[in-house]
Structure formats: C-alpha cells, structure tokens
C-alpha cells in the first residue's frame, strides 16, 4: 500500500508539474512558450528593425574581433556578467554573442540583468559615441545620471538616448530563459529570439562575414524556423548577392555530446540532419553552441562546432577559460582563443 500511495504522489507532481511546463525524457524544462510563438513575434520585430545595429563596417580594418559567452546562469550575483562584458569593451571586440541560459526565470534575476546591461550601455556609449549633456552643469546629480544625456554616433549622425544606444550585445534564447513565462522578461529587453548580423569586410568587391542566431531553446527549430532558414528569411536580403566569406552561427542547443557524462542533443534526428546539411550549405565556419556546461570541439563535414562551458559562478565557481575571443583578419586568417575569467563570488 505504501508503495502505491509513493507511486501516486509522484504521478501527481508530474501532472501539476506538467501543467504549466513541459518536461523532456531527460528530465530537463524545455519550454514555457512555444518556438513557433517565439519565431513569428521575433520575425516581425527583426523585419521592423532589420538593420538597426545589425551591419558593421569595418572596411579598411585590418581585423576584427569578437567574444562570447554561454549558460550565465544568473541569479542574484551579476559578477560574471560584468565581467564577460567589461572583457569585449576593453578589448575593442566588434560584438559580445551569448548562447542562453542568462538567467533563472525569476522576475528579480531579470531585473538583475536589464540593470547590468544598461549599465554597459551606458559604458559603451561613453567609449565610443560622442556624449551630449542635456542637464545642469552645476548638478552632481544629474551629470551622474544617464538619462540626462544623449549620445551621436559621428559616422551616422544618429543620437540616442542610453536605453536606445545599439550596443552590440547579441543573446540566443535558452531553455532557462522561456521556462516560468521567462520570455516576457526576456523578449522585455531583447525582443527577439534569432537575429543576423552581417558584417562588412570590403567594399570592393563586396565582401561580408555572417553571423546567424537561432532559436533553439526547446530543442527544435519549429516548421516556422525551418521555412524561414530554407528561403533564406533571415538575410538582410540585399546584401546576399554577394560574397560570403565566414558564416558564424550560434545555437544554444547542443548538436554533438561531449562525453557520456553530457546531455544528447535534444534536436529530432530530422532537425539534426536539416541543421548538418545546413551549415554545410551556409559553408559555415563555426558553429557555436551552450546548454550542456562543457567545453567541446569537433570537426564534422569541414564545419567546426564548438561548445562552451557555462560562464556561471554557480557552476563553475573557480577561475577559469569559460569564454571564448575569435580574431578575423582582413586576409582571411582566422584564430581563436579561450579567455579566463577570474571573477569568484564574494
């Protein structure tokens, strides 16, 4: 009888459980909302927005970096956050990309990391727009206060307040970020769930280095992903006439299992096949992808797919090289390197 009454404890939890989420055979929440929700909603705001902080020229340069970073986890301490994007501004890299899992759905963890993120908004802007104080200059108050300034891009002539400032910080969605009804306070400060960003090497002739951001955190891509990466719906297309030289894509799914001790691929076996054949096609240069906490490189079909250790403190509590830096340079050579972080909970 005991046994029994166990048994219906369990099958009762499953059921409120699984009333407000869904749970995967391994045991993980994949979902708070539906990809096909989330891809239609982003759809329509990056096809509004397309172009707004998406293009970067740097022609005439001869390199460009970026970094990135996967499965912050945060919570109450925004220590390795900061320090993730402190690292990009002092580096000068051109963007910051993040695999997912940011936070733990909580309501106040968000709050946590709008306020970090406006804050190196904030920073940005002062590194690299010209300032323009709009208060008292007598005022201590004001002149420490963002919103008494507004900031001009000088090659666009644009002027934006520090909440508009296109700081170039691009985060995929993660199965952590949409559970709980996380995607309201997600899609709050980032709006959309995928993106591209294309990235002007020369100009003659035209030469572009590309950078795709899906939307993976259910571990599937979803009929309405799958039509727009087949008819290309992603592309500022007007660009894609052109030649691609490196295509970047980040996932925070995984593709491949590390070792035994990891997570499988949550991707049907159909997606997994659409998704090779894919990058294959896109001639991608790496593919980048989070979710299971471990650091791991392969080589499959000439397409390198690397993924990242989590960045949290909570899961990796000691210092170590949890982010990773690429350089692309203007000749074509292209090197990585894994980047420490130091920071350690107080």
Known sequence: MKKIQTILVVVAAMMALTACEKVSPIGVLVSGTGVEDRVKMSHLYFQQHKGEGHFFDISGKDEYSFIIGADSHMTTDDGRMREMLQNGLDHDDLLYAHLGDMADTKPEYYINLENVISEYKWKFARKYFEELFLGNDESVEEKDNPDFYMYMDSLTGM???????????????????????????????????????????????????????????????????????????????????????????????????????????????????????????????????????????????????????????????????????????ANGELTWERVRMNYTKK
């Not at 910080?169 to 199965?175: A, E, I, R």
């Not at 006439?241 to 035994?260: A, D, G, K, L, M």
């Open 159 to 329: 002027v934006y307040s520090v909440d508009d400032v296109p700081m170039p910080f691009f985060p995929v969605v993660g199965n952590h970020d949409i559970t709980h009804n996380g995607w309201a306070q997600w899609s709050n400060i980032f709006h959309s769930s995928f993106y591209e960003v294309l990235v002007q090497i020369k100009s003659e002739p035209l030469t572009l280095d590309r950078f795709i951001f899906l939307d993976t955190a259910n571990g599937t891509l979803g009929e309405e992903q799958v039509n727009l990466i087949e008819e290309d719906g992603y592309a500022l297309r007007e660009y894609l006439e052109t030649n691609i030289r490196n295509t970047f894509v980040f996932s925070h799914t995984n593709i491949f299992r590390p070792s035994s001790l990891q997570f499988a691929s949550t991707f049907a076996r159909e997606e997994t096949f659409f998704l090779l054949n894919q990058f294959h096609k896109w001639d991608a240069t790496i593919v980048f992808c989070g979710h299971v906490h471990k650091w791991d490189e392969q080589v499959v079909d000439n397409v390198r797919y690397i993924t990242l250790d989590s960045m949290s403190e909570r899961n990796s509590p000691n210092p170590g090289d949890y982010l990773l830096r690429v350089h692309v340079k």
